[in-house]
């Protein structure tokens, strides 16, 4: 758990690579959350349905996301955000040509998640 004030811009943070570099990824950790900062490029796979048990918050800043709960289809844009509770199957795509930057906040934290942010001090 961090204790210490931890101030960045996250464009500057170190980013994870995925998908022949489609997706790129960094996080940021409190108590409670995980805060996930995607840049994901026209053209990256669709990701297959999954489901956690993690609340998920996911905003859109740039470009369009096109995500499918549970079957009900939600088109995310920029400026706008989607609720998904825990245990609800989903999965998500670009739509368009613009990279899509995608902020997602997961509570409680995802250990999966945490390399994420090993950059951030304790």
Known sequence: MPSTPFHA????????????GVLERTAVRTDDAL???NWIQPGHPEVPPHEHPYDQLSFVF???????LDGAPYRV???ELLYIPAGVPHT????????VLN???FAPV???????ASHQPD
């Not at 740039?62 to 499918?68: A, I, K, V």
């Open 77 to 79: 844009r920029a400026g």
């Open 35 to 37: 805060v996930t900062f």
């Open 62 to 68: 740039s470009g369009t996301l096109e995500l499918e």
């Open 92 to 99: 998500g795509r670009v739509v368009g040509e613009e990279i």
């Open 110 to 116: 995802r250990d999966d998640y945490l390399a994420l």
């Open 9 to 20: 811009a996250f464009a500057d943070l170190p980013r994870e690579s995925l998908a022949g």
């Open 103 to 105: 902020v997602d906040v």
